[in-house]
């Protein structure tokens, strides 16, 4: 891997970790400066049109001259390993290490009242009213919060109201030390919301993560109550409408978007449950012998915001952003949660029903739809003792909401509770009782089932290992026809942890940020088949500490693959084998891995 | 961010070039006065934390620039205030003059709805130099201000903090009345009735 080096910028360590004590800062600055080109992002980016039978030679986007000897020795390892089928034979490796860590330390949101502090994050996102009063922001105090928004509201403004007349919109600009910080606006007119960015993200990156949260403020008030308020003053102080949850709320959709933690914002999909698709076919009977007349949208979702299936019209989708955003409603506030007597920590409070009013922007940004929603804790003693589930989980000390699925039913009439309710209790209730579905279900999310009475990992996730897919620690795998992805585990059976999910979502949406900046060089006068067929390849080397990551993104117009390597090891030839094998496995399974069309009535 | 919030009060101080807008807001906030003449450059806004009548209010004043040049920036600025705070220099008359074109100006590019009731406050600045410096009178002034709809009127000294304190008091209660007067009606149920069997929505997703 030494030989692929291409040194197309620097990314000091300063820009991925956030700030340290200033003692250690010193220290750590001097010896970084030691192994400068150690520490660096290393990438290259080929576009390569899809050969007939594996046999063409590439055509390369945006690479120098005195890289093409590197891109061709990419080139015949991608036609001998990803698209021949001839099957080498896998050497084998040991067993690497799972630790992934790019040294990013994400900060939370806070109402800090220290300016040094507010100066030195490296991500930032505002919101306020087109008169530039505040409404919200991620980090520092209202005082910050006060003064920045004046000034959000007059660069806007400038542009809007130029001085020789003319009206042009702001969208983004860099500034700051080593010009590394994109400010990006969104003038959603009357609301303004400006991101800030030190984190490598691209402009499409950060509007898509500004228009995350202005439709959040469209579900909680809808579009034609925040346009009625403004319309009758323009003094509005939109604060006044949004309560504790909805703070909250805005504060862990940020944290989850400076932190990365949001899988399928980066990746723009819904994640699914793997399972049997005979199975997942008869859980969808079940919803559609319950559904009665106002049931508009009935959705079964695993822990983590994983579908695993949908009752929908004939003439209705659901969008995913709409989606994305009723789960970050549910699994991301204390809303819905209660505190065990026991415990301290609040969990997904299983014995109750909620009934909210939700508007849903994609579907129709100008009135609200009624959600039922219910949680089904699976590991229930009697339950699993009627379904001869092996017992010794219960007395592991896991997330207890990892084992609760949840019921939504959405409904277009306020006044459709009870019915709403008594759905969701008789598919409750079918569920439960029915053998063969309550034991997939508890395989596919809670454990499956060993010879010896213990319970081993779910069956509702991918381990890289099982595939085979030697070197690759993680990956992604987006199917572009259902919007869906898959999130596999690390190698060996371990859940990344929310940190560990963070460091491979920086390295994914680095991958995605290049991905979407360099396809635009890619298109090609009069070859719009090549441009469908075109394979799009990104590699990101990382070296953090004495480590070194290797990020991998390879995009075609069906399907997206991320994924990521690390211990330094990086024999291309495995590797892209090992591509090749996922690409193979998640065709072959994709009826078990992504729902398509759901339960259609 | 901590939920409970102040009620935030958008004041905005207009008027010519030079009488003192960036002191006076200066000395308000910082109880400091600067010789030196430093133009604004588009606005500045500076916060000040006040409590009215037990209730907490953050002052977000928007200093303008009284140059010519930024006066296209007006409608961005002066949208969503408040009130509006017109300055004019005792010692120079045409300042004075002025004030009248720069409420109408306001009133127009704020698109005020009510323009009678909308609070101003004038304030006649640099009454510290010698009286026959002065070239504005106080009768003169109050005479204006009373034909311009009962606008109150103070005179202040930014360079000696002589009642700059008591005006912007009365600035932040009629902008906090402002603020409170049209008190916004909370209805969510006239949010439009979604009818679910037309096909108007486009399709997406799973």
Redesign the interface.
């Known amino acids: 891997m030494d030989s692929i080096t291409i040194h197309e910028n620097y990314i000091h360590r300063g820009s991925v970790s956030s700030t340290e004590s200033t003692q250690s800062t010193d220290l750590e600055h001097s010896s970084l400066s030691h192994r400068k080109s150690q520490v660096s992002l290393i990438s290259n980016s080929l576009i390569l049109p899809r050969p007939p039978e594996s046999t063409t030679a590439l055509t390369l986007a945006s690479l120098q001259a005195d890289n093409v000897s590197i891109a061709a020795s990419l080139e015949a390892s991608m036609n001998a390993s990803i698209f021949s089928d001839e099957d080498t034979a896998f050497k084998s490796f040991p067993e690497t290490q799972t630790a992934i860590d790019l040294g990013f330390q994400p900060k939370k949101?806070d109402?800090s009242d220290d300016v040094d502090e507010f100066f030195s994050q490296q991500k930032h996102f505002f919101i306020l009213?087109?008169?530039?009063?505040?409404i919200?922001?991620m980090h520092g105090s209202?005082?910050i919060?006060?003064?920045h928004?004046?000034?959000i509201?007059?660069i806007?403004?400038?542009f809007?109201?130029?001085?020789d007349?003319k009206t042009e919109q702001l969208r983004s600009f860099m500034a700051g030390e080593k010009q590394q910080t994109r400010f990006f606006f969104l003038n959603k007119s009357p609301i303004i919301l400006m991101a800030t960015s030190s984190l490598g993200e691209s402009d499409i990156q950060l509007n898509q993560q500004l228009d995350f949260l202005y439709n959040f403020l469209l579900t909680i008030l809808?579009k034609?109550?925040i346009d009625r308020?403004f319309q009758?003053?323009?003094?509005?102080?939109l604060?006044?409408?949004l309560?504790?949850a909805d703070?909250a709320c805005l504060?862990s959709i940020c944290n989850d978007m400076s932190s990365f933690n949001n899988p399928g914002l980066v990746i723009g999909g819904?994640e699914c449950l793997k399972m049997r698709r005979s199975v997942r076919r008869r859980i969808e009977s079940v919803m559609l012998a319950n559904k009665s007349e106002n049931l508009?949208y009935g959705l079964l979702v695993a822990p983590n915001g994983r579908?695993i299936t949908?009752l929908r019209?004939r003439?209705?989708?659901?969008?995913?952003s709409d989606?994305q955003l009723l789960f970050s409603m549910i699994y991301n506030t204390n809303t819905f949660k209660t505190t065990p007597i026991d415990n301290n920590s609040q969990e997904l409070a299983a014995n109750e029903e909620f009934w909210v009013?939700i508007?849903f922007p994609?579907?129709?940004p100008?009135?609200?739809?009624y959600s039922f929603i219910q949680f089904v804790d699976l590991k229930e003693e009697k339950l699993m003792q009627l379904h001869d589930l092996n017992m010794g989980i219960l007395d592991e000390d896991l997330d207890p909401d990892s084992s609760k699925i949840t019921v939504i039913l959405v409904s277009?009439y306020k006044d459709s509770f009870f019915e709403m309710r008594k759905i969701a209790n008789s598919i409750v209730k079918s569920l439960k009782l029915n053998r063969t579905l309550f034991r997939e279900l508890f395989k596919a999310i809670v454990g499956t089932q060993g010879i010896n009475g213990d319970t081993g990992p779910s069956s509702g996730k991918v381990d890289p290992v099982e595939i085979p897919a030697p070197l690759v620690q993680h990956f992604v795998f987006k199917s572009k026809k259902?919007?869906?992805f898959i999130f596999s585990r690390l190698a060996h059976y371990k859940d990344p942890n929310e940190n560990m999910r963070g460091q491979l979502m920086l390295m994914y949406s680095h991958l995605h940020a290049r991905f979407a900046t360099s396809s635009k060089t890619a298109v090609q006068p009069n070859e719009s088949d090549i441009l469908k067929d075109s394979h799009f390849i990104n590699l990101v080397k990382w070296a953090y500490l004495n480590d070194t990551l290797v990020g991998l993104l390879i995009t075609t117009s069906n399907y997206e693959l991320y994924l990521i390597t690390n211990g330094g090891i990086m024999d291309e030839k495995v590797l892209l084998h090992s591509c090749k094998n996922i690409i193979k496995w998640c065709k072959k399974n994709q009826e078990r891995l992504f729902?398509?069309?759901?339960a259609i009535f | 961010?901590?939920?409970r919030?102040?009620?935030?009060l958008?004041v905005i101080i207009l008027g010519d070039s030079g009488v003192g807008k960036t002191s006076l807001m200066q000395q308000f906030i910082n109880g400091k006065f600067s010789q030196q003449y430093k133009a604004t450059i588009?606005?500045d806004?500076?916060?000040k934390?006040l409590v009215i009548d037990d209730k907490q209010v953050?002052m977000?004043i928007?200093d303008t620039a009284g140059q010519e040049?930024f006066q296209?920036?007006?409608?961005?600025?002066y949208?969503?205030?408040?009130c509006c705070v017109l300055v004019y220099d005792v010692t120079n008359t045409k300042s004075f003059e002025n004030l009248q074109s720069w409420r109408d100006e306001f009133l127009i590019q704020?698109?005020i709805?009510d323009p009678d009731n909308f609070p101003f406050v004038v304030i006649g600045n640099k009454i510290d130099v010698e009286e026959n410096k002065r070239l504005v009178s106080s009768k003169k002034a109050q005479t204006v201000c009373a034909s311009l709809g009962n606008l109150p009127y103070f005179e202040t000294s930014a360079k000696e903090a002589v009642n700059v304190e008591q005006a912007f008091d009365v600035v932040a209660r009629n902008a906090l009345q402002?603020?409170e007067s049209?008190e916004?009606s909370?209805d969510?149920t006239d949010?439009?009735?979604?009818?679910?069997d037309g096909?108007a929505?486009?399709?997406?997703?799973?």
């Open positions: 949101a109402s009213s087109a008169a530039g009063k505040p919200y922001s209202d005082e919060l006060t003064v928004a004046g000034i509201q007059t806007v403004s400038f809007e109201f130029n001085p007349g809808s034609p109550h308020v009758k003053r323009d003094n509005f102080d604060r006044k409408l309560g504790k703070i504060d819904l508009l579908l949908v019209p003439r209705h989708t659901l969008h995913t989606l009013p508007c994609k579907f129709n100008n009135g609200f739809l277009a259902h919007t869906q729902i398509s069309g759901g | 961010m901590s939920t919030k102040k009620t935030i958008k588009g606005a806004f500076l916060p934390d953050t977000q928007w040049r296209s920036l007006g409608v961005a600025f949208r969503g205030s408040d704020a698109n709805k402002q603020e049209l916004f909370d969510y949010a439009v009735n979604i009818h679910v096909d929505y486009g399709s997406c997703g799973c």
